[in-house]
Structure formats: C-alpha cells, structure tokens
C-alpha cells in the first residue's frame, strides 16, 4: 500500500473512530463524566461547540485562537500555488519537478505512475479548483467571517497547517508521470471529457452555497451597517440552512466530491479523502447541531446537522 493510500485510510477510521465515540458517550452518562472523555472532547471540539465544555485547568494552556484559521487557508494558497506552478511547468513546458519534491512524492506514492489519457487535465484542474478553493475561503476569513473569542486545539491548529500541504501532495501523487512531455493547449482541451465539466459544476455549486453560508453566519453578528454588533450565536436562517444545522460543512463535502469526480473517480485515493471529509465534517455538524439544541429551545426540529434529509 502507498504511503499516501495509508496516510488517508488511518485517518478516516480515525474520524469515523471518533465519531462513534462521541454518538456511544452520548448516551452513557457514566462515560461520558471519565477523564479521557474530556480529554478526546478538548481535542475534537472547537469554537462554539467548546465554550461549556467543563476542562481542567491545565488544558487552557492548549487553546490558540480560532481566528487562527485564516493561517491554513494563507499556508494553503501559498503552498498549493505553489504546486500548481510547478505542475503547470511539468504539463506545458515538460519541465521536471524540482529534485525535493520529486523525492517527497516518490517518498508518498511509492514511485512514479504511468498516467492514463486524461490525467494530465485532471491534475490540473483538481489543483487549480484546490487552489481557488483556498482563496476565496482566505478571502472570507478575511473580509467576511465575524470570528469571537473561540478557541481551538494547538494539535487541531498544526494538523490543519499540515492538512492542506498533504492535500497539495495528493494531487500530484495521484498523477505523477512516468515521463515529462509537454503539452499543448489543444492536446490538453482534447483530453476534456465528461467528469470534467461535472465535477466544476459540482465545484461551483457547492462553493457558491457555502459562500452564501458564510455570509449569513457573518451578517448574524452585524447590525443594518454591517458593522460587529456582537459575538454571540444566533439561529442561522435561510438557503441551506433551512436544511440542516452545518450547511457549510456539506458544501465542503461536495466540494470534495467534485475533485474525486474531476479525476474520473477512479483515484482510490482520492475517495479516502471525500471519506475523511465526510467523517470529519461530520463529526463537527453533529458537534453544533447539539450545541444548537442545547442553546435555543426554539430551535427547528426538522432540521439534520450535516446531510440535508439523511444526518
């Protein structure tokens, strides 16, 4: 198994672990009081979903704030843009990778790959819409989120930091040549094929409700100036959250989705990541929409937490 296969199965059963720990803690008090589980609650949850939850003091000392987000989007768009240089080099002028990141992935994918017909667009349309991705939600983080004094893990902090760098290894891992040949814009357009337009329609649609989702989150902490009138959390309301309680987290799923879609869906890899979204993200929705409950009694009831009419 390659190193990059094996990196993304460890943590989808790690996440699906932690899902079902925290759904089987739910319903056994006696577990739930334990040391341990406080421990695994302090390093899964964060921001609001962490504010009432009773820690040791000492735990304190392993927030960081979760305005901090905006550092994995700034690592992401500069990283991956970075790849995305690089592999537009490779595809168009058949320039090689420079010898630290060839050695980095041979080290992750176990050696070179003969890709398929096809590929070369693929790879590079996943790592663009990855890199477009990571700037609009810098963008947000930016102009947009309203964030409060909610804290997350430092381990929570430099695994997101290292995420989106294995994320940018990923894609190439995925499409390593065995050879470099340049090629033309022509050749690349011939090599258009159905999985392509769907998947950045799917990109599309996705990321315009969770931008939509974002906006409504923010515009629920500022008055008609649009200016902070508060930090608090308040019923979100409208597009998908009619639906469900964490709409931007199924969006990112869909976003997901939409580059394993884009590489035809035949990377194994590549669905190992929408698994660990899935169990991620999930983890996170099931997280605020008992936060949600808990906090306001009028709370619409008809509403899943991450997957519209299904969780």
């Known amino acids: 198994m390659e190193v990059i296969v ?3 199965f460890v943590l989808s059963v790690c996440f699906f672990l932690a899902l079902c720990v925290h759904s089987f803690a739910a319903k056994f008090n006696r577990f739930s009081q334990s040391q341990i589980y406080n421990l695994f609650q302090d390093l ?3 921001g609001k979903t962490k504010t009432n939850l009773q820690r040791p003091a000492f735990l304190h000392a392993f927030d960081v704030p979760k305005r901090w987000f905006i550092h994995f ?3 992401s768009v500069i990283w991956n843009g970075l790849l995305m240089g690089f592999l537009l080099q490779a595809v168009l002028l058949g320039q090689h990778f420079p010898e630290w990141l060839t050695v980095l992935i041979r080290t992750f994918n176990g050696g070179y790959m003969q890709l398929r017909n096809g590929d070369q667009l693929s790879a590079l349309l996943v790592q663009m819409l990855l890199w477009l991705h990571s700037l609009r939600r810098l963008v947000e983080c930016m102009f947009i989120s309203v964030f409060s004094d909610g804290v997350i893990h430092v381990v929570q902090y430099f695994f997101g930091l290292s995420y989106y760098i294995l994320l940018g290894l990923t894609v190439l891992c995925t499409s390593f040549p065995i050879e470099y040949k340049g090629f033309s814009i022509e050749e690349l357009f011939a090599q258009i094929q159905w999985n392509h337009l769907v998947g950045i329609m799917i990109f599309i649609w996705a990321s315009i409700h969770q931008h939509m989702c974002h906006v409504i989150l923010a515009n629920l902490r500022k008055g008609d100036s649009g200016k902070v009138v508060n930090l608090g959390h308040s019923i979100p309301r409208g597009d998908w959250f009619e639906l469900v ?4 987290y199924f969006a990112e799923l869909l976003i997901y989705i939409s580059f394993s879609v884009t590489f035809s869906g035949c990377k194994l890899t590549w669905w190992l990541v ?3 979204v899935l169990f ?3 983890l996170a929705a099931f997280l605020c929409h008992e936060f949600y409950f808990k906090k306001f009694k009028s709370y619409p009831k008809k509403r899943k937490a ?3 009419f299904v969780l």
């Open 245 to 248: 309680s964490c709409p931007h």
């Open 73 to 75: 989007y700034t690592v």
């Open 44 to 46: 899964v949850r964060y």
């Open 6 to 8: 094996a990196v993304w």
């Open 274 to 276: 929408v698994l660990y």
């Open 306 to 308: 991450f997957i519209p």
């Open 280 to 282: 991620n993200q999930g």
